[in-house]
């Protein structure tokens, strides 16, 4: 896996979070994992990552539980792309 995808599902899901320290708890690992996969001296475990996917997907969009195969929920008018609004 790319590691861009990994350090920018990572940031999103601190901000999400609240913070480095809020993530960490919410992933059950040590704040210092999380300064170390930011500052890319080591690499997020898969598991750990897999989990901070499902937080991302879960802050954005809560209770909506998609089913293997279900088309994408439509995009909210207020995340239209530049095109959109031509």
Request: contains cysteine; negative net charge.
């Amino acid at each position: 896996m790319a590691a861009s995808v990994q350090r920018r599902a990572l940031q999103k899901a601190i901000e999400l979070a609240g913070g480095r320290r809020a993530l960490a708890e919410r992933l059950g690992v040590k704040a210092g994992d999380i300064e170390k996969w930011t500052s890319g001296r080591a690499e997020v475990p898969r598991e750990a990552f897999l989990r901070l996917v499902e937080l991302i997907l879960d802050e954005l969009a809560p209770g909506e539980e998609a089913e293997p195969g279900d088309p994408p929920a439509p995009r909210s008018s207020s995340a239209r792309s530049p095109r959109d609004c031509e």
